[in-house]
């Protein structure tokens, strides 16, 4: 599906872990979570690999990848997930697990409210189904309906100084998220927060929101790229990045420009009759 709204066109998917990684994570999460075994300055370390800070955008979207898929395997009504970045006076996502997410947010956004923009704008963590969602905001949640989303988490990203965003789940199921996901995403959102604090610390809102901006639609051409090679050769995302950038050094050609004409070849091919199942 194409997306007509740029809030959203330019998002990049959460970061796959394999099978081992990924439950390996998610156990170290709940068990932070549920036992208060590790403050989430230490769960912050372990996310960023052994305490380096998040230094540059890149960085910054590398992190809220992997976490976005740590948040999916740790919490199991989570069908869909998404991170929001609403600061300076912009609104769109930067990280999603599926198209289904990109919809449901853009229609948020459309709205004007919802889970997302609620728990980033009041520093809160927001748990409720669709029938409450629908006594609050009823546009956004007759279109959640419509995805056949039925319930919704969202907890706020934000430093002392600055309020970043918002992590976002949705599940299908009615009552699919309780209060130890409640504590698991929060727990995950201020590891997260605590991460970011250097990288925003010298730079004003807007700043900010338009730096993150750019790298995305510098990377979102390179991360389509990688999974359609992905699915093309049955490999990793790393292989897949490592194809595109052997192929950058031996024709001098930067990746994001390789990677906007491989997508544009497959698309030829495809428009002439070789479509894919």
Known sequence: M????????????????????????????????????????????????????????????TLLQRVASIAQEAIQGADCTGITIDLGGLTYTAV???????????????????????????????QLDSEEAMAAWPRFATAA????IHSFLAAPLFTDDLTLGSFNLYGRAFHAFDDLDA??????????????GDFARYKSARDTAESIQRVLQSRAPIEQAKGVLMAMHGIDSDAAFDVLRKQSQQTNVPVRVLAVQFLEQVAGSNGNGQHEN
Not at 21 to 40: G, K
Not at 107 to 124: D, I, M, N
């Open 2 to 61: 194409e997306h007509s709204d740029p809030r959203v066109e330019d998002s990049i998917p959460a970061e796959p872990l394999d099978g081992t990684d990924a439950e390996q994570a998610a156990e170290i999460v709940i068990e932070a979570a549920t036992r208060n075994a590790m403050s989430a300055a230490q769960l912050g370390r372990l996310l960023v690999d052994a305490g380096r800070s998040v230094n540059d955008e890149d960085e910054l979207l």
């Open 145 to 148: 309906r419509d995805e056949a």
């Open 96 to 126: 999603h697990t599926d198209e289904r997410t990109l919809r449901i947010d853009s229609e948020q956004y459309h709205a004007g409210e919802g889970p997302c923009l609620h728990a980033s704008r009041t520093r809160t963590v927001v």
């Open 183 to 196: 504590e698991v995403l929060d727990l995950l959102t201020k590891a997260v927060s605590r991460a970011i």
